[in-house]
């Protein structure tokens, strides 16, 4: 199970493992949210709507049967197979997220994935 406490580290840690990636030849094992992924003709957006994350892809070339998503609450990972393509991402998502609320749709080529936002920790007073 994982902890809810913010990870000081996360961002660094997500940068090595993003150029670890790269230099062994796996593009965009890691990215912040907002940044470009799956290459120059694929666009990731990620929106912070209130009490929902949104994140937009453009997966041309991709069939609906083609894309798995998975969630665990901070990052979102896409895989998604085409006849000439293939696609691997794992986006930081800006909030944690309950993921068992996802909400996803793939039209005319873009992906539209909806999450629900997680309260803030609860502090818990020691006596």
Do not use: W
């Amino acid at each position: 199970m994982r902890d809810n406490r913010d990870d000081p580290f996360g961002d660094i840690f997500d940068e090595i493992e993003r150029m670890m990636s790269e230099m062994a030849g796996t593009p965009g094992a890691a990215r912040a949210a907002g940044d470009a992924g799956f290459g120059d003709e694929t666009h990731v957006s990620v929106y912070e709507e209130g009490e929902t994350v949104r994140l937009v892809a453009d997966l041309p070339g991709i069939d609906k049967t083609g894309i798995d998503l998975q969630c665990d609450g901070s990052t979102l990972t896409i895989s998604a197979d085409g006849d000439h393509r293939r696609f691997d991402e794992r986006v930081r998502l800006p909030a944690r997220v309950d993921e068992h609320s996802a909400a996803a749709s793939f039209n005319n080529g873009v992906l539209e994935v909806t999450f629900d936002v997680l309260e803030p920790s609860a502090d818990i007073d020691v006596e």
